[in-house]
């Protein structure tokens, strides 16, 4: 009696999405009919995500045993204090050792996001500033507005902050430069400071 049964494997993202705060991104490589012996299934992992760095989990291998139609591959993000892009796990299908009537569906390949959850806080300092002494020429530039963020930014992402001058006590004669704007950081170091682009107008008065 000679086996005509044939069947294909494929992969799917059954959980799509992984982060930080232990939600596991998976994979499930999938028969269309179980075998009688077991099917080792080969991949590659590719994506923007780094093995190690960004995630752990995925080997180069998977085994659905005998009498099963599926297996699962696992993707647990690697958590950091690191403001980044999302990033991805690409895991494409290859070799198969096993039933030579399996082979390969054209759904080989499928993608897990790692969803960046670090958000950064910004903090401004108080300071005195001294108008110097070449009226009515912008002297100093307000070193002491400076804002201070407390996560590292990657290279490849960016945050924006937006700032507002009020003037309090003092008007339009004391200081030079934009009272609002949008600064954004990027490629920076845990609490990396910025100052704002206030400049102060020495004076005669009192």
Known sequence: ISDDDIATVSIAATDAAADEAGDRGEFT??????ASVDTLVDYTVSGTALLATD???PGSSVTIPAGSDSATIVVNAVVDS?????????????????DPDISLSATASATVTIVNDDVPTFTITNSDISEGSNPPDPVTTATGFVVTVDLAIASDASV??????????????????????TITLSDVSANSTVALPIQVIADVVV
């Open 29 to 34: 490589v999938t028969l269309t009919n179980p």
């Open 55 to 57: 995630f752990t989990g």
């Open 82 to 98: 690191l403001v980044e892009r999302d990033e991805t796990v690409v895991v494409t299908l290859g070799a198969i050792t096993g």
């Open 160 to 181: 924006s902050f937006d700032y507002a001058v009020i003037h309090g006590s003092t008007d339009n004669s004391d200081f030079s430069g934009s009272t609002t704007g």
